[in-house]
């Protein structure tokens, strides 16, 4: 199986231009959300790794919609010949909200010329009854996924990292989501604390046997702005090597089924703020390896999976 980026898994980028015959970009909103894990409904803080701008360093500067994706496809103009966009609501909790204020945003952000579609980053914990009704109806008239933040299977990173609710819950969202027939991204990240390569490898499994859309392959890494950082510093823990991390993604990626979408494959850390693994901050010759390494041994996405 090669893709039409000429990879050895299923891109996104390949997806949509599969889907809408040509390139599509990605827009990063800052939708001005909060979280539950941060304002006292579920915890104070955030998860352990969540710094200030709740995943969404690469985000405008809080403004309009329409004004952050103006600014952001000026930008992606110049690197890219599209004129058809998705725009991603990525910071904190982004169905975290009274549903007036979702529907607000959102149908502005459906209004932009040239926008074909919505993803949206949230918990399975902020999905109500009233937010799955709506979203249902968006996903009838517009090309919609919906992201949930999981990170892990384990019951003790789960604890450890401060996620505030359990796998069941996860578990709930992606049924519902599905009997919508709603498209599901799950994030994952390699190499959290005291996790082992088979417990690693049991998270992807699991994702992969949800039958789902896609998945987020995160490399871990420790921001100066997050808790992590601060434990970090008082407790040492092992980080996972380059060439650990890209072992690790690369055999995951045999369990994944064949037609799983692979939206990230490695991290995203602002550079200014980043304290380990220095590695991580050079994106491109990671997703190089995890080429390289997956045509010397002859890899593919799907190879081991039982679905």
């Given amino acids: 199986m090669i893709d039409l980026d000429g990879k050895r898994y299923n891109t996104l980028n390949a997806e949509l231009k599969r889907v809408f015959g040509e390139k599509v970009a990605k827009i990063s909103i800052d939708g001005g959300f909060s979280c539950p ?9 955030g998860c352990i790794f969540c710094g200030e701008k709740g995943a969404g360093e690469f985000t ?15 930008i992606i103009k110049k690197k890219w010949k599209t004129d058809k966009f998705i725009v991603y609501f990525q910071n904190f909790t982004n169905t975290y909200a009274p549903i007036e204020k979702l529907k607000s945003l959102y149908e502005e952000a459906l209004e932009i010329p040239g926008v074909v579609g919505l993803a949206i980053a949230t918990r399975p914990d902020c999905l109500d009854e009233e937010v799955m009704k709506y979203l249902s109806e968006l996903n009838k008239r ?4 919906v992201e949930l933040g999981l990170q892990s299977i384990h019951d003790k990173t789960s604890r450890f990292i401060r996620r505030g609710y359990p796998l069941e819950i996860y578990d709930k969202a992606i049924s519902n989501l599905k ?3 709603i498209r599901i991204v799950t994030h994952l990240i390699i190499g959290l604390p005291y996790e082992t390569k088979e417990e690693i ?6 994702v992969g046997n949800t039958m789902t859309w896609g998945i987020k392959l995160h490399s871990l890494y420790i921001q100066r702005d997050t808790d992590l950082y601060k434990y970090f510093e008082r407790n040492p823990f092992r980080i996972l090597s380059k060439d650990e991390y890209v072992e690790i993604v690369t055999e995951g990626l045999m ?9 990230r494959i490695t991290g995203d850390a602002d550079k200014n703020l980043l ?22 041994k002859d890899i593919y996405q799907g190879q081991n999976s039982i679905l």
């Fill in 179 to 181: 009997i919508e027939n």
């Fill in 142 to 145: 517009t090309f919609l996924w």
């Fill in 255 to 263: 369990y994944l089924p064949k037609d799983f979408i692979i939206h």
């Fill in 37 to 45: 894990n941060r304002d006292g409904k579920v915890g104070f803080g």
């Fill in 201 to 206: 490898i049991q998270s992807i499994k699991y």
């Fill in 275 to 296: 304290v380990e693994p220095k590695w991580s901050g050079d994106k491109l010759s990671v997703l190089a390896q995890i080429d390289s390494v997956m045509k010397e």
């Fill in 60 to 74: 405008s500067e809080r403004g309009t919609i329409k004004d952050q994706a103006s600014e952001q496809i000026s």
